[in-house]
């Protein structure tokens, strides 16, 4: 079936690295591709998406482009803050499995000052 | 306006109890889902609903989970016979379209069930 494979963490970086946080999918079809992050004590809440290959998602500094060659989602930010610190999923919708999201596990991210 | 809201946000339960999760999704949103997530763990999929037709509930893990939305709207994910590989969190989503995996899904706060 569909399967979301997100790096683990916790990964834990300096204020104004780099980030990357690699994602990739396994689907049937063409699906959609979602980063939804949770910060401490909130819910779920959409971070970006990019509905088709090539299109690039963008929000808050945060990017990732749909690279369907590879079946890849992987979220960068070019300098990360502290308040950056939470958990981050990978998800796919629409890629000919069930009707709800497919999730990855998550990954915490840190960020110190 | 209001998103998507769950009550009880907590629950504790004695093993073989029944419990009733209730959520109310955004005003107007076609379709509702109800996903699990276990500690350390991203939500899975349990069922789907688009106004009160019940259309996937592939993901409920056994016929003791039971998930409605009569009138369209509000939606019910009861659990009968609890057992402690029930406890998680439990949440509710809400998109607008009838269908299409462009739309977003707007997730509520959750119901953490924990069962004794």
């Known amino acids: 079936g569909n399967s979301v494979t997100q790096m683990e963490g916790p990964v834990t970086l300096s204020e104004e690295a780099f980030l990357t946080i690699n994602c990739t999918y396994t689907?049937?079809?063409?699906?959609?591709l979602f980063w939804y992050v949770q910060y401490p004590g909130e819910g779920l809440q959409l971070l970006l998406k990019?509905?088709?290959?090539?299109d690039k998602g963008s929000n808050k500094g945060f990017e990732a482009t749909y690279r369907k060659e590879t079946t890849s989602f992987h979220l960068e930010k070019g300098s990360v803050q502290v308040s950056d610190s939470a958990v981050y999923f990978c998800?796919?919708?629409?890629?000919?499995?069930?009707?709800?999201?497919?999730f990855g596990k998550g990954t915490h991210l840190i960020i110190q000052p | 306006g209001a998103g998507v809201s769950q009550s009880p946000r907590y629950k504790v339960a004695k093993r073989g109890q029944d419990v009733a999760l209730r959520c109310d999704p955004i005003s107007g949103h076609v379709s509702l889902f109800w996903y699990q997530q276990a500690l350390g763990q991203g939500p899975e999929f349990l069922t789907y609903f688009q106004n009160e037709a019940q259309l996937d509930k592939s993901g409920l893990p056994s016929d003791r989970f039971f998930a409605e939305r009569p009138e369209g709207s509000v939606s019910t994910l009861k659990i009968q016979r609890t057992q402690q590989e029930d406890s998680a969190v439990y949440l509710c989503a809400s998109s607008l379209a009838t269908s299409g995996s462009t739309d977003t899904q707007y997730f509520g706060p959750g119901t953490r069930l924990t069962v004794l």
């Open positions: 998800a796919q919708w629409g890629g000919g499995g069930a009707d709800g999201l497919t």
């Open positions: 689907a049937t079809g063409y699906p959609s």
């Open positions: 990019a509905t088709k290959a090539d």
